[in-house]
């Protein structure tokens, strides 16, 4: 892939339209059903029973996490800027009898006071966010010096044959994943934002096979930028 074809993969396009994202919320989770019960839910649940303290989950989505907090999370708050994602999100936590605090925010724009943060979680979101390094960025600046990112991304594929079709299939896929951007290279985006990565190469088995490399780990930002 040249520097072109990354920086055409990275042009904006129009964001999903309310409609389509009133749609999205509806159909989120069957669609995901088959790649929760092929791994994904415990990936989720792994990941999650290590978050603690202050605990921020980015594009909360409609709550596949909740279930998985542990009691070792203090103070847990959801943020998803979606409204029809919130509101499915609520009722997952009174049937879950969670006790959270649910706010409008976007990743790139966290509304919390420097270092007061212990965990951010975010799953599959950093795919999605239009402006990732701002994204990052806001992270590293609400964690504590020694807080954690824990993290289940997609990632761009390391094969040569995936990684062509998730370029040619990134547009019709990203209109129809309310901007999922299928091919984006996630770890590499989280290190040259200063963040220390530790992480694993999974396959999100029962997806299809634009979106099955995974990264899936912890990232520090003890050495991150602003």
């Given at each position: 892939?040249?520097?072109?074809?990354?920086?055409?993969?990275?042009l904006?396009?129009?964001p999903?339209?309310p409609?389509?994202l009133?749609v999205?919320?509806?159909?989120?989770?069957?669609?995901?059903?088959?790649?929760?019960?092929?791994?994904?839910?415990?990936?989720r649940?792994?990941?999650v029973?290590g978050?603690?303290?202050?605990?921020v989950e980015?594009?909360?989505?409609?709550?596949?996490?909740?279930?998985?907090?542990?009691?070792?999370v203090?103070?847990?708050?959801?943020?998803?800027?979606?409204?029809?994602?919130?509101?499915r999100?609520?009722?997952?936590?009174?049937?879950?009898?969670?006790?959270?605090?649910?706010?409008?925010?976007?990743?790139e724009?966290?509304?919390?006071?420097?270092?007061?943060?212990?965990?951010?979680v975010s799953?599959?979101v950093?795919?999605t966010?239009d402006?990732p390094?701002?994204a990052?960025?806001?992270?590293?600046?609400i964690?504590r010096?020694?807080g954690?990112?824990?993290?289940i991304?997609h990632v761009?594929?390391?094969?040569?044959?995936?990684?062509?079709?998730?370029?040619?299939?990134?547009?019709?896929?990203?209109?129809?994943?309310?901007?999922?951007?299928c091919?984006?290279?996630?770890g590499?985006l989280?290190?040259?934002?200063?963040?220390?990565?530790?992480a694993?190469e999974?396959?999100?088995?029962?997806?299809p096979?634009?979106v099955?490399p995974?990264?899936?780990?912890?990232?520090?930002?003890?050495?991150?930028?602003?």
């Amino acid at each position: 892939m040249t520097d072109t074809d990354i920086a055409n993969a990275e042009l904006p396009v129009s964001p999903p339209s309310p409609a389509w994202l009133r749609v999205m919320a509806l159909v989120y989770d069957p669609f995901l059903w088959f790649g929760e019960l092929a791994g994904m839910r415990g990936r989720r649940g792994m990941l999650v029973a290590g978050a603690y303290g202050r605990v921020v989950e980015i594009g909360a989505g409609t709550g596949l996490n909740i279930a998985h907090y542990s009691d070792r999370v203090a103070e847990l708050v959801l943020a998803e800027p979606v409204p029809s994602m919130r509101r499915r999100l609520a009722r997952r936590l009174r049937r879950h009898g969670r006790t959270a605090r649910i706010v409008d925010a976007p990743a790139e724009r966290l509304p919390f006071a420097d270092a007061s943060v212990d965990t951010v979680v975010s799953t599959l979101v950093l795919c999605t966010v239009d402006h990732p390094e701002r994204a990052l960025r806001e992270i590293a600046r609400i964690l504590r010096p020694d807080g954690q990112l824990l993290f289940i991304e997609h990632v761009r594929a390391n094969s040569r044959f995936l990684a062509a079709l998730q370029d040619r299939l990134l547009h019709p896929w990203r209109h129809f994943g309310g901007g999922c951007r299928c091919n984006r290279p996630t770890g590499e985006l989280m290190r040259a934002c200063g963040f220390t990565v530790t992480a694993d190469e999974a396959v999100w088995r029962g997806m299809p096979s634009i979106v099955h490399p995974l990264l899936v780990g912890r990232a520090s930002p003890a050495m991150a930028i602003s």
